[in-house]
């Protein structure tokens, strides 16, 4: 029960960075005093959250509020919600509430709507079990009391939105190794969808000769794509990721395991579905140039 449970649990003003609007213009002062109110409320409802008064949860709704969980089921009125944090409280002890708050718009002087995240700790510290909520507020013979909460699965944030260009490259690709030597390399997303890893690796007749990891993501303060690289034999750099057409440009800075500094420009371009190339250019080793690498041209392993 623990797992879809809850948390609406979230009441105002908890978070670092709550973002509110005036309940009317220029009405400064009694914006300030209604999230006093409101924060006052929710210090007392963890308060009884974290004793387990199921009883003293309930009364925080409205006589006849309402609770809905992730799975949509709707619990109707007092009597309802205090005999599921009954049961709940009764099969978890020792739990603690974190709230972050997204957001709180006063609609009306007596109408507030609250959207964030809950979290509930277990006393192990194990995992925590999390929900998006939005609650109605209202405000009823001078107290804030809960109208309505619902809850929804909680997704963690994501970039795939930002890397979602790069899904084309998702999967594994090979070059045709017709003098003996074979470039294979492997794109995957990783779970959260924030990045995709890419493992590389150059064989000369069955016989490993390079190799290495890379990792792409999102730079949100440079606001592009970029990359992480690691040879097996010790080098490193990093590169930015540019889109060109069909192509992606990557200008790429690294060190080798020797110490010297290197810089390139490596472009993938796509040719089609399961066909794409990867070639250098403007190498350079401790500022002198190298010569470019013609394109590879790969083909998807099926």
């Known amino acids: 029960m623990r797992k879809r449970l809850f948390l609406l649990l979230a009441l105002p003003l908890l978070a670092v960075g709550l973002e509110t609007r005036p309940l009317a213009a220029d009405d400064v002062a009694d914006k300030a005093k209604e999230e006093a109110a409101l924060l006052k409320r929710a210090e007392a409802f963890i308060e009884a959250f974290h004793k387990g008064d199921a009883k003293a949860v309930a009364a925080f709704w409205t006589a006849d509020g309402d609770y809905t969980d992730q799975e949509g089921k709707q619990y109707k009125g007092r009597d309802a919600i205090e005999k599921l944090f009954k049961g709940f409280f ?7 509430l974190r709230i972050d708050i997204a957001s709180l718009k006063f609609v009306t002087a007596d109408v507030a709507i609250e959207d964030g995240t809950t979290s509930v700790i277990p ?21 804030w009391l809960l109208s309505s909460v619902r809850d929804t699965p909680y997704t963690p944030p994501s970039n795939h939105e930002q890397l979602a260009g790069l899904e084309w490259l998702i999967g594994d690709w090979a070059s045709d190794g017709d003098k003996g030597e074979v470039v294979r390399v492997e794109f995957a997303w990783t779970e959260s969808r924030n990045f995709v890893i890419g493992s590389f690796a150059t064989t000369f007749k069955n016989i490993t ?18 990359s992480w690289t690691f040879e ?39 040719i089609d579905e399961d066909t794409m190339s990867w070639e250098s250019k403007d190498r ?14 790969m083909k998807r392993v099926k």
């Open 209 to 226: 000769i390079g190799g290495g990891t890379q990792r792409i993501g999102w730079d949100p303060l440079a606001k592009n794509i970029r």
């Open 232 to 270: 097996n034999n010790g080098g490193f750099g990093e590169g930015t990721w540019t889109p060109d057409g069909n192509k992606w440009v990557a200008k790429s800075t690294g060190v080798v395991r020797e110490g010297k500094k290197v810089a390139a420009t490596n472009i993938l371009t796509r």
């Open 284 to 297: 350079t080793e401790d500022g002198k140039p190298l010569p470019d690498i013609k394109p590879i041209k």
């Open 123 to 143: 006393p192990d510290g194990g995992p925590p079990s999390r929900a998006r909520y939005t609650i109605v507020h209202v405000k009823k013979e001078g107290q």
């Open 90 to 96: 009764a099969e978890n002890k020792g739990l603690k």
